[in-house]
């Protein structure tokens, strides 16, 4: 395996360019601290090197918060970040993946890495090398997106790079029409980043499609809110969606 500094030693690091493509979003993001530990353990166990926006990410961030903290992108927080500041109790890209406590060189998150979430539950996964044999849409290395208001899993034709200077564009804005609501911005700004919000009736039945104004909405932790799309895919689908992050370690 790689180590740290072999990962990090590229003369064409992608940090200077994500972060002037944050600088220049066209929605509000926030960078939060990374911790060192983490990012090196993370980094290593990726294998992945800080030339790709993941590897600068992880390394460079604690993670970020876009547009009002409706889109959590996963980094390398503190293990322990509570208390009431943007990004609090928010989890890493290595405890969402159930990273191994040190790297370990024939491990991997073979369905996919979870690299987000967004306030409803949307799951965002870089795939795996082999989607289709875990029920997955796309290619390798695509990104997909398991929709709360369908409860499918969806091909977004992009890499995680060209996936994450959409969201900085502002792609969400459209992709989510239909899906918010007058006031969502402070909603989604007061959430702590392992929660979320639930929808009665939920989001994928017909009277939200219809009218989703008529729907009421409660902050609940962001386990139950995937725990609950997973198990109502299998009631409803009998499908499994598989892995959409785990969050039992920051409770």
């Known amino acids: 395996m790689r180590l740290f500094e072999n990962l990090t030693a590229t003369q064409e690091p992608a940090w200077p360019e994500l972060r002037r493509l944050v600088a220049e979003a066209s929605v509000p993001v926030e960078i939060l601290a990374p911790e060192d530990a983490t990012s090196r353990r993370t980094l290593e166990q990726l294998q992945v090197t800080t030339k790709s926006f993941l590897g600068a990410v ?8 876009v547009d009002h903290g409706w889109l959590r992108v996963y980094g390398s927080p503190a293990p322990d970040v509570f208390g009431q500041e943007p990004g609090a109790r928010l989890p890493g890209l290595a405890a969402m993946n159930d990273f191994p406590p040190a790297p370990v ?17 949307g799951t965002f996964v870089l795939n795996g090398a ?22 499918q899993w969806e091909g977004l034709g992009a890499g995680y790079a060209a996936w994450l200077m959409w969201v900085l564009d502002g792609g969400l804005a459209e992709f989510t029409s239909g899906l918010r609501w007058d006031g969502w911005e402070a909603e989604a700004r007061d959430l702590s980043g392992d929660s979320g919000l639930n929808f009665y009736p939920p989001l994928w039945s017909k009277e939200a499609h219809e009218n989703l104004a008529a729907t009421s909405r409660a902050v609940v932790p962001m ?13 409803i689908d009998g499908v499994d969606l598989g892995a959409l992050g785990k969050f039992s370690d920051r409770v």
């Not at 082999?130 to 409860?151: F, H, K, Q, S, W």
């Not at 386990?223 to 009631?235: K, P, Q």
Request: without cysteine; negative net charge.
């Open 105 to 121: 060189a024939d491990w991997s998150a073979a369905p996919g890495l979870v690299v987000a979430h967004d306030v409803l539950g």
């Open 130 to 151: 082999d989607p289709a044999a875990v029920g997955r849409p796309g290619n390798p290395g695509e990104m997909i997106y398991l929709a709360p208001d369908t409860l």
């Open 58 to 65: 992880v390394v460079h961030t604690g993670g970020l918060l």
């Open 223 to 235: 386990a139950e809110l995937v725990g609950l799309a997973r198990s109502t895919a299998a009631e």
